[in-house]
Nanobody, 119 residues
Framework: VQLVESGGGLVQPGGSLRLSCAASGRTFSRDGMGWFRQGPGKDREFVAGISWSGGSTYYGDSVKDRFTISRDNAKNTVFLQMNNLRLEDTGVYYC?????????????WGQGTQVTVSS
């Protein structure tokens, strides 16, 4: 099973990025999926989660109203649209599945994609 993230990069404060997570080796179309991140010197933090159907979404307090998680089950892919990025959003972003709980990640992780917010 592989989860491969992409879309990270360097962006100025207030900018946007869209992360993708492509799964292979098994389908996650009947599982929730999540995004976590780890900033420099910080613990891993829950960012966003989405139900298997996409009908329910969940966000960490620090990203509510700025980030949007979505999925395309036909492509076994999950997305994270990040708007109005802040310096404190800097970190490595990891895709996770199967995901069902903000504090208990699932068994599979991607390798991570670096997001750097800097002026």
């Amino acid at each position: 099973v592989q989860l491969v993230e992409s879309g990270g990069g360097l962006v100025q404060p207030g900018g946007s990025l869209r992360l993708s997570c492509a799964a292979s080796g098994r389908t996650f179309s009947r599982d929730g999926m999540g995004w976590f991140r780890q900033g420099p010197g910080k613990d891993r933090e829950f960012v966003a989660g989405i139900s298997w159907s996409g009908g329910s979404t969940y966000y960490g307090d620090s990203v509510k109203d700025r980030f949007t998680i979505s999925r395309d089950n036909a492509k076994n892919t999950v997305f994270l649209q990040m708007n109005n990025l802040r310096l404190e959003d800097t970190g490595v972003y990891y895709c996770n599945g199967p995901w069902y709980d903000k504090t208990v990640p699932g068994a599979y992780w991607g390798q991570g994609t670096q997001v750097t917010v800097s002026s």
